[in-house]
């Protein structure tokens, strides 16, 4: 199977499927901040004891702590969506040819981008393209081949003898 090396372009290409991975990452990430946030008062209430330091070492740990983590959000949704495009590109890739061929009984061979996902389907697709390609074919030429002429009958029911 020749491999395409041009790389996408698109960065979702599933939008369904990007989008509900990027919300579960978005909610991930809030969790994630609230258990650094929990972990950093407990963390000073336990050991600091008195309520002024506490809150002061609060403030020194959690500013800074909330904003490295949320210059770092942009890149981790980058990084989810690149990485769900090597299996959401194949399978929009997928469907396009399969609904192609349904409709058309022809289609182009179906490649997937080095380093994606489901190498092997696009293989398994091509294999049935053909078959489906070649059972199509005899049809084709058995509806042009030649017919002897249909007898022709009287309407009335009666044979003329000439």
């Known amino acids: 199977m020749k491999k395409n090396p041009i790389k996408r372009w698109r960065l979702f290409a599933d939008a369904r499927l990007q989008g509900q991975m990027c919300a579960r ?46 210059l770092l959000f942009p890149i981790f949704l980058f990084e989810i969506l690149a990485f769900s495009n090597r299996f959401a590109g194949p399978m929009v890739s997928f469907r ?33 393209q053909e078959k489906v390609q070649s059972q199509s074919k005899p049809e084709e030429k058995s509806n042009t081949s030649f017919l002897p002429p249909l007898e022709t009958s009287d309407p009335t029911g009666m044979e003329s003898h000439v």
């Open 96 to 128: 396009r040819q399969l609904k192609q061929l349904a409709e058309n009984e022809t289609c182009e061979k179906l490649t997937f981008r080095e380093g994606d996902f489901y190498l092997e389907l696009a293989d398994h697709f091509n294999q049935i």
């Open 25 to 70: 990452l978005a909610v991930y990430w809030m969790f994630c901040q609230a258990s650094m946030v929990g972990t950093i008062v407990a963390m000073s209430c336990l050991f600091e004891g008195t309520q002024t330091n506490s809150s002061v070492i609060e403030m020194h740990f959690i500013v800074p702590a909330l904003a490295v983590s949320t």
